[in-house]
């Protein structure tokens, strides 16, 4: 079990602080970590679709020995990462199929717990910005932003790279203008992962200590959108 495994999966009625009503957090092609209650064994699913408010529905894999015991117990631990937080649940298995695919039917939570594992809380945001890697440009939009960093969202179509180009730990610079100021801001950030989505490419990036005058900039900018964006 790697470390990312242990951390999803030691300690869920200590560590986690339970969030009645919050929202899942979630979205298809999510990896999940699913164990069934009062076993140590883990395996990894992927969220493929759902009904907010009745169940979930999800693949499972080709494990010797795990559909019989899916049959034989269904309450259900569910753990998985999304945008920095760690989600938490518990679930019933209410269904299972066989062909034409090996899904399971799961419950909808009452209740989810989660842990925040970004040293700064992130707000969502729309901001047309910049990437700029070894002399080219990539134009797009940032989708959230921290004074820790930010993800960046950009059209790959027309671009013979796609997603290649890009790899963890890659250095690269953004262009963004934050409302308030007068004109963009240069931020050198290291990109942490690389997404695909669609015909899009998705980079989630730490920043690299910027400036206080850029920090605080960045920090106002959270703070007054920060406040819409939340329920």
Wanted: net charge neutral; with cysteine.
């Amino acid at each position: 079990m790697t470390e990312q495994d242990k951390l999803f999966m030691d300690n869920i009625d200590t560590q986690l602080q339970g969030n009645i009503g919050e929202n899942l957090g979630i979205e298809l092609e999510v990896t999940l970590r699913l164990q069934l209650r009062g076993a140590r064994d883990v395996w990894k699913s992927t969220l493929i679709g759902m009904v907010r408010g009745n169940y979930l529905i999800a693949s499972i894999p080709h494990i010797p020995g795990l559909w019989v015991k899916l049959h034989q117990e269904n309450h259900i631990i569910v753990r998985y990462l999304y945008r920095g937080k760690v989600y938490g649940f518990y679930s019933t298995l209410v269904g299972t199929m066989e062909e034409p695919f090996r899904l399971a039917f799961l419950s909808y939570p009452e209740k989810i717990e989660i842990v925040n594992l970004r040293k700064h809380e992130r707000t969502t945001c729309l901001l047309p910005a910049q990437l700029s890697m070894d002399g080219t440009s990539y134009r797009g939009v940032m989708t959230d932003v921290s004074p820790g960093g930010c993800s960046f969202l950009f059209d790959r179509a027309g671009t013979e790279e796609g997603t290649g180009c890009f790899y963890v730990g890659d250095e690269v610079a953004f262009s963004v203008q934050f409302v308030g100021s007068s004109q963009a801001s240069s931020i050198n950030a290291t990109i942490k992962n690389v997404k695909a989505v669609s015909k899009r490419t998705s980079i989630g990036a730490q920043f690299n200590d910027p400036d206080e005058n850029l920090l605080q900039l960045i920090k106002a900018y959270v703070e007054g959108v920060g406040k819409f964006d939340r329920p």
